[in-house]
C-alpha cells in the first residue's frame, strides 16, 4: 500500500474542530444514529452506458453477495429495487434503469416513489405496507438521475426524520445490501448536497445559502465528505470547492460520467471509464477579507481506474499495474522532464480542463500551471472580475504512469484560487 498522507492524526484533530464549528451552519441528517454499516455504496457520475459492464456487473454482484448471505440460492439473480423519484417521467426512466439492470443479469423492479407524475401519492407509498415489504425483500437499491431534491424532499419528513420507505433502505444497507445511485442519485449520497447551482462563476462571487444552493442530502458517506457528479466533463471543481469551504468540509469527491465509486468500509474503489477527483481541503486557508472567492493549498488528487482511497486513513492506492511502474517524483534527481512550454489555460472549468492541467504538470520542467475562470462574452466589451487557478508541484506531489492503462494516477497537486481582474479581450 502506497501511503500518501503522514499526518492522519492531525488531519482527524483538524476534522474534528471543523465539524465542530461548522455544526450549525451544516444541513441536519435524517438518522443522527453512529453507524458502521456492513452493505456498499455504488456512486456513479452519471451517464453510465449500457455497454459499461464493469459498473452494472459490479452493482449486481454486491446485491448478490448479500442476496446469498440470506439464504437466496446462487443461481437466483438479485432483487434491485429502482428508486425513480428524482426523475420527471419516473414511469419511463424508472423502466429504462430497470432493463438496463435486468440484461446484466438483475431481478429488477421500478419502486413507485415519485414527487411528480406519479400515480400514487409519494406521501402514501413512503408508508405503504406492499411497497415497504418490495424494499425490505431487496438486495439493493438504485436511485436513478433527475434532480436530487427531489429524492430528499419524498424520503425525509419536514423535520429531517426518515420517512418508512427511507428507514427501510438504511436497513438494507446496515445488513448488507446495496445502495447505488447515478447522477442525482448519487448527490444524495452525502450528507451536504448540491441542490439547485447557478453558473460557477456567480458560485465564486457570491458564495452559497445553505438550504438553497445546497441543502442536506441522504448521508450515506461519512459525514466529513462531499460528493458531485459529472466531475470532470462539466468543470465542476470551483462549486465543489466553494460548498466544501462553506460548510467547512475537509474531504469531497468529484465522480466522472459512466464511472463510479465502490465505497466499502470506508475503502473506495474506482471502476467505470474514467476517475475521479479527490479534493483535500484540511490543510487548505482562506482570507476573509479578500473579495470574491479565494482558498490556499488545497490538494487535488486523481484516481483512476483500479485505484483505491481509504476514507479515514487516507492512503492512496494505485492499481497493481501502476504499482509495478516506477513512481513519478518531481522532487528526485531522476526526475528530467523534456518539456519546459508554460502551462496556461483560459478555460480551467472547462470540459476536462484542470485534470489536463494537472497531467501536464507530470512531465514538464515547469512547477505550476495558471488556469482562468471569466466571462468571456462580457470581456469582450472589457475588464471583467476574473478567477486564477494556481496548481504547483510541491513536496509530496506524486504520480504514477498509466502503464496498461488509460491514464495516470496523481497525488497531491496543490492549488490556489483568487479573484483577479481579465483586462478584456481585444482581436480583429
Not at 471543523?18 to 441528517?29: G, L, T
Not at 426518515?162 to 442519485?185: C, E, F, H, R
Request: proline content about 7%; charged content about 20%; hydrophobic content about 40%.
Amino acid at each position: 500500500m502506497v501511503s500518501t498522507r503522514f499526518t492522519p492524526l492531525l488531519w482527524l484533530v483538524l476534522g474534528l474542530v471543523c465539524s465542530r464549528a461548522a455544526a450549525q451552519d451544516r444541513p441536519p441528517r435524517g438518522d443522527a444514529r453512529v453507524r458502521e454499516p456492513r452493505g456498499a455504496l455504488l456512486i456513479a457520475g452519471g451517464g453510465v452506458r449500457n455497454d459499461n459492464e464493469e459498473v452494472w456487473k459490479r452493482l449486481i454482484q454486491l446485491a448478490s453477495t448479500y442476496a446469498q448471505q440470506q439464504g437466496e440460492p446462487a443461481n437466483q439473480p438479485p432483487r434491485i429495487a429502482v428508486f425513480p423519484t428524482a426523475a420527471w417521467d419516473p414511469k419511463s426512466i424508472g423502466e429504462r434503469a430497470a432493463a438496463s439492470l435486468r440484461l446484466h443479469g438483475a431481478d429488477a423492479f421500478v419502486v413507485p416513489i415519485a414527487l411528480l407524475n406519479s400515480p400514487i401519492d409519494p406521501m402514501v407509498a413512503v408508508r405503504d405496507p406492499g411497497i415497504l415489504r418490495q424494499i425490505q425483500n431487496a438486495h439493493g437499491v438504485y436511485f436513478t438521475g433527475g434532480q436530487q431534491a427531489r429524492i430528499v424532499q419524498v424520503l425525509m419528513t419536514a423535520d429531517q426524520q426518515q420517512t418508512p420507505a427511507l428507514k427501510a433502505i438504511w436497513d438494507l444497507y446496515d445488513a448488507g445490501g446495496v445502495v447505488a445511485g447515478s447522477s442525482a442519485g448519487a448527490a444524495v449520497m452525502s450528507q451536504v448536497m448540491c441542490r439547485e447551482m447557478g453558473r460557477q462563476l456567480n458560485v465564486l462571487e457570491q458564495g452559497i445559502t445553505a438550504g438553497k444552493e445546497t441543502s442536506h442530502g441522504l448521508g450515506f458517506l461519512p459525514s466529513d465528505w462531499f460528493v458531485d457528479q459529472h466531475f470532470l466533463i462539466r468543470g465542476r471543481l470551483a462549486r465543489a470547492l466553494v460548498v466544501s469551504r462553506h460548510h467547512q468540509l475537509p474531504h469531497g469527491l468529484g465522480i466522472d460520467e459512466n464511472t463510479a465509486l465502490v465505497v466499502r468500509q470506508n475503502e473506495t474503489e474506482v471502476i467505470g471509464y474514467k476517475g475521479a477527483i479527490w479534493f483535500d481541503l484540511s490543510q487548505a486557508s482562506s482570507q476573509a477579507d479578500e473579495p470574491g472567492f479565494n482558498i490556499r493549498n488545497v490538494r487535488l488528487s486523481y484516481l483512476d481506474r483500479g485505484d483505491r482511497l481509504h476514507m479515514r486513513t487516507l492512503e492512496l492506492t494505485p492499481a497493481p499495474e501502476k504499482r509495478a511502474e516506477p513512481v513519478i517524483d518531481p522532487n528526485s534527481p531522476q526526475f528530467d522532464p523534456t518539456n519546459d512550454e508554460p502551462i496556461f489555460s483560459t478555460e480551467i472549468l472547462g470540459n476536462t480542463t484542470f485534470l489536463d492541467l494537472m497531467r501536464r504538470l507530470m512531465n514538464n520542467r515547469n512547477d505550476h500551471a495558471i488556469g482562468l475562470a471569466f466571462d468571456a462574452q462580457a470581456a469582450r466589451k472589457g475588464p471583467v472580475p476574473a478567477y486564477e487557478f494556481r496548481l504547483y508541484r510541491d513536496r509530496d506531489t506524486r504520480a504514477w504512469p498509466p502503464g496498461v492503462l488509460e491514464d495516470y494516477t496523481i497525488s497531491n497537486v496543490h492549488l490556489d484560487v483568487r479573484r483577479v481582474e481579465f483586462a478584456g479581450i481585444s482581436y480583429r
